[in-house]
């Protein structure tokens, strides 16, 4: 089953191409602060678990959101200016003008590539094992801005690609190991190739969202003595669901 777990973390990079930086309307310390407070920091080594396939965003998304969908008319976040291609901080306020060239050069050099990689390593895995297991990584922070009295970890899911069973296994683990879960708050869904999305059962996904809180200090983006233990975490339970399928 390892062979058919790909982990697909898409907002853990700070790298924005100085080319991309030069269209933001925020620079210096309040853009570089922006890059931060929205990245999942570290989601890439939280979910680096030795085994599985990892499918990581290689830019910002700030620069490239490739966890939203490509047409927004189907992204409900589009209207706040925060589809693929970001004109709005997540906060709403201006970011970056719409502009039509650099949005479609976005979405055919990164975006589009991006899932590709993803559509590709899912056909190999259909191919050579019959299914697949997308474990989408994410962290979000302890802020009244997401709502109020949050959880240590949420888990998204997706009607059609997301058994019972795999919720049921996550928020149970989690809170045997005295956490506080909660399903599809404050985010919900999880990641599906547009190309089997709502099509192939085979495909199956769950989001694994890690409150900041348990590996963060404060506010910043610094490590704090819990990182070690919730990567633990992040693994043991991606452990179990894989035994659960």
Not at 28 to 41: P, R
Not at 62 to 76: G, I, K, P, S
Not at 161 to 190: K, M
Request: proline residues 4%; aromatic residues 10%; hydrophobic residues 35%.
């Amino acid at each position: 089953m390892k062979n058919n777990l790909f982990i697909h973390i898409p907002h853990a990079s700070l790298y924005i191409p100085a080319e991309y930086k030069r269209a933001f309307l925020l620079s210096g310390e309040a853009l570089e602060n922006e890059i931060a407070s929205s990245a999942d920091a570290y989601c890439d080594e939280l979910f680096d678990i030795g085994f599985g396939k990892r499918i990581l965003a290689e830019y910002s998304r700030l620069v490239c959101d490739t966890e939203r969908f490509r047409d927004d008319a189907l992204e409900e976040n589009a209207k706040k200016g925060n589809g693929f291609f970001y004109t709005h901080t997540l906060r709403g306020n201006p970011l970056r003008n719409d502009d039509p060239a650099l949005k479609q050069r976005v979405l055919t050099q990164i975006y589009d590539k991006h899932h590709e990689a993803l559509s590709n390593a899912v056909e190999q895995a259909l191919s050579e094992h019959g299914r697949c297991l997308i474990i989408d990584g994410h962290s979000f922070s302890d802020d009244p801005y997401h709502g109020d009295d949050l959880p240590d970890f949420c888990i998204g899911t997706d009607a059609y690609h997301t058994p019972p069973v795999l919720a049921e296994t996550a928020v149970g683990f989690l809170r045997s190991l005295g956490y506080s879960v909660e399903v599809n708050r404050p985010f919900s869904g999880s990641m599906v190739p547009m190309a089997y999305y709502g099509k192939d059962e085979r495909v199956t996904s769950l989001m694994i969202e890690v409150n900041k809180r348990l590996y963060l200090e404060g506010d910043t983006i610094v490590k704090s003595k819990g990182f070690n233990k919730t990567k633990d975490v992040c693994k043991q339970t991606i452990i179990k669901l894989m035994e659960a399928m």
